[in-house]
């Protein structure tokens, strides 16, 4: 890691181990997955004799078309397949033989990836913040680190849930894809430090969202190999769902001629850049439904012409709707880390423990490097460059300053601290706030994000406690006697800490004398970011898209907090949820 020609290396190996490695069970795999789904496709072999938008017929067309195939999409689309023809349009692929989104050893290759194929796209927000947005069927699933655990139920009174209807969902999630953890070495001295340090009482193994300090489930098996939103749609009607991958939605098409705008389907390029039309039938129950992420979403709708109308016509869009709350709201909760050196040979672990403080924090963990042959080694942990930080940073965009400073900072870091991990302090429901805009109509291309970290100074407030805390954790004896480490001073965990973080967000002298500028300096994000279409400003309290008719959204855009401490179990019950209410409201006793 001590020059430009390791970071070659670096993405040599990845590049390798992404087209050359394959699980000596592909050819079994592959058989087994086009048993279980059947009805999954490429998006070029859509039939071009189906009926076109400007000219539809009563007796075809879909019943719902999705838009998205991720958290949510795939389990609305499984759900709603019971009764009613659906088609579920995905932009990725499949995660099932590829073995960067499989296995948990190899977590971090794919958030490396920033090739046009690559299961993950990189993104920057304005505020120099590096993240990452699915491009894979099973969404965020098929590239996260696997933690699932409910909202509380705060969170599920206050978005005005059915609490029954949300307690029924929940199990058909987790009796299919969630697992209960292996609970490493290094997980148990979290959870010792975290009740030493007074994150109390400990409560076990649970999916709930309790104060205290707990075990949640994940999405790898005790295998390491990952479960995700996809392999919901093994529960589908096949006769009922088509699903489309390498489908690209350019925009939903709207008939304009009446009172209000309606939704009747939508464009979508495939693998080859052909573009097709599908459309949903004349039944009015029939529906377009947006489940694109807290990215993808808010994005679609305002190149389709839904969204505040001087920013549209800017670029030319022809207006549906204007609707100036489109891509505003936007929210990502930031999360600072203290890094953990160890003298010991730590394991990989990704998010198991979790404390719910009543500081308004959260903290989690994670440690060690890959086991893989195949993967990149001296990594450590969940916030490292090697998995999503400079190393997701496309080559042209790499400023020599950014490239010779990581370099620099990791031969101030000595090789046994790879073996170590860190203490991720996240804040929960930011007050800071801000929105998204187009920067052209081409939908490939990542819109402008800016999230304004820290701008309310409440979450300020709370980053600080988060760090005082985590620190406090790091330096507790559970941690030295695991770690073989002598207790280290708090400035000297900052220093490594400012080190072992990058993102685009300049420097201060002060960063580890002044916890509020380490905070501002070091924030990186945990990939929860939401809002972007409101419930009350973009979309009705059932997810109707406001001022145009057959048109949903179903997705994190919606949320105005990230429900619990990690929203993927949530999301993926909010597509179960909603597809159960949208059958039981077009059903009654039928459902």
């Known amino acids: 890691m001590a020059s430009i020609g390791a970071v070659k290396i670096f993405f040599f190996s990845y590049a390798f181990c992404l087209f050359n490695f394959l699980p000596p069970s592909q050819g079994k795999q592959?058989?087994?997955?086009?048993?279980?789904?059947?009805?999954?496709?490429?998006?070029?072999?859509?039939?071009?004799?189906?009926?076109?938008?400007?000219?539809?017929?009563?007796n075809n067309g879909y019943d719902y078309i999705i838009i998205g195939g991720g958290t949510a999409g795939c389990p609305l689309a499984t759900t709603l397949s019971q009764k009613f023809s659906v088609l579920l349009l995905e932009r990725g692929g499949v995660p099932f033989t590829n073995p960067n989104v499989s296995f948990l050893e190899n977590f971090h290759i794919t958030l490396a990836d920033t090739s046009a194929t690559s299961a993950s796209q990189y993104f920057k927000s304005e505020d120099g913040v590096l993240n990452a947005r699915a491009r894979v069927l099973g969404g965020g699933s098929s590239i996260n680190a696997g933690f699932y655990t409910r909202a509380s139920s705060r969170f599920i009174e206050k978005v005005g849930w059915d609490p029954k209807l949300v307690n029924e969902s929940y199990p058909w999630i987790e009796k299919q894809i969630v697992h209960r953890p292996t609970f490493s070495s290094y997980?148990?001295?979290?959870?010792?430090?975290?009740?030493?340090?007074?994150?109390?009482?400990?409560?076990?193994?649970?999916?709930?969202?309790?104060?205290?300090?707990?075990?949640?489930?994940?999405?790898?098996?005790?295998?390491?190999?990952?479960?995700?939103?996809?392999?919901?749609l093994a529960s589908a009607n096949p006769q009922k769902l088509?699903?489309?991958?390498?489908?690209?939605?350019?925009?939903?098409?709207?008939?304009?001629?009446?009172?209000?705008?309606?939704?009747v389907g939508v464009i979508f390029e495939d693998e080859n850049g052909k573009r097709h039309e599908a459309i949903i039938g004349n039944d009015k129950e029939s529906e377009v439904i947006v489940s694109s992420g807290a990215i993808?979403?808010?994005?679609?709708?305002?190149?389709?012409?839904?969204g505040p109308k001087p920013e549209l016509e800017k670029l030319n869009i022809s207006v549906v709707h204007d609707n100036p709350f489109v891509g505003k709201?936007?929210?990502?909760?930031?999360?600072?880390?203290?890094?953990?050196?160890?003298?010991?040979?730590?394991h990989q672990s990704l998010i198991e423990t979790v404390g719910i403080t009543k500081l308004g924090v959260y903290i989690e963990a994670s440690s060690g490097f890959s086991q893989s042959p195949n993967s990149i080694h001296w990594h450590h942990g969940i916030v490292s460059p090697e998995i999503g930080q400079l190393s997701t940073?496309?080559?042209?965009?790499?400023?020599?300053?950014?490239?010779?400073?990581?370099?620099?900072?990791?031969?101030?870091?000595p090789v046994e601290a790879f073996r170590g991990g860190f203490i991720l302090s996240k804040v929960a429901n930011p007050w800071s706030v801000?929105?998204?805009?187009?920067?052209n109509t081409n939908v490939n291309d990542n819109p402008s994000v800016t999230f304004n970290y820290f701008s309310h100074p409440y979450d300020l407030h709370r980053c600080v406690e988060g760090?005082?805390?985590?620190?406090?954790?790091?330096?507790?004896?559970?941690?030295?006697?695991?770690?073989?480490?002598?207790?280290?001073?708090?400035?000297?965990?900052?220093?490594?800490?400012?080190?072992?973080?990058?993102?685009?967000?300049?420097?201060?002298?002060n960063d580890t004398k002044s916890l509020e500028q380490f905070c501002k300096d070091t924030v990186i994000t945990i990939w929860h970011y939401h809002g972007g279409c409101h419930v009350g400003k973009v979309v009705s309290s059932d997810h109707k898209v406001l001022g145009v008719d057959k048109l949903r959204v179903v997705d994190g855009s919606t949320f105005d907090e990230s429900p619990g401490t990690n929203p993927q179990a949530t999301v993926m019950m909010m597509g179960r949820y909603m597809g159960l209410k949208i059958l039981r409201d077009r059903l009654g006793k039928l459902a």
């Open 467 to 509: 760090i005082k805390l985590a620190t406090k954790v790091v330096q507790s004896q559970h941690f030295t006697n695991y770690t073989l480490c002598n207790r280290e001073t708090t400035e000297k965990l900052l220093n490594l800490s400012v080190k072992a973080s990058v993102n685009l967000v300049p420097r201060h002298a």
């Open 393 to 413: 940073i496309p080559p042209k965009q790499r400023s020599q300053e950014a490239v010779q400073a990581f370099i620099k900072n990791k031969k101030d870091i």
């Open 296 to 306: 993808g979403t808010p994005q679609l709708l305002m190149l389709s012409g839904i």
């Open 30 to 58: 592959e058989k087994l997955n086009a048993y279980r789904y059947p009805f999954i496709r490429k998006a070029s072999t859509f039939p071009s004799s189906t009926p076109s938008i400007s000219a539809p017929t009563n």
């Open 187 to 232: 997980q148990r001295a979290v959870r010792d430090s975290l009740l030493d340090s007074g994150v109390s009482p400990f409560n076990g193994f649970t999916y709930d969202h309790i104060y205290g300090t707990k075990l949640g489930g994940t999405i790898f098996d005790r295998f390491g190999r990952r479960h995700t939103a996809a392999e919901l």
């Open 329 to 346: 709201g936007m929210v990502d909760n930031p999360m600072n880390t203290i890094f953990v050196p160890s003298n010991r040979e730590v």
């Open 434 to 439: 801000g929105d998204l805009k187009l920067v």
């Open 242 to 263: 088509t699903v489309l991958i390498y489908a690209t939605v350019q925009k939903i098409v709207f008939d304009t001629k009446g009172k209000r705008p309606k939704a």
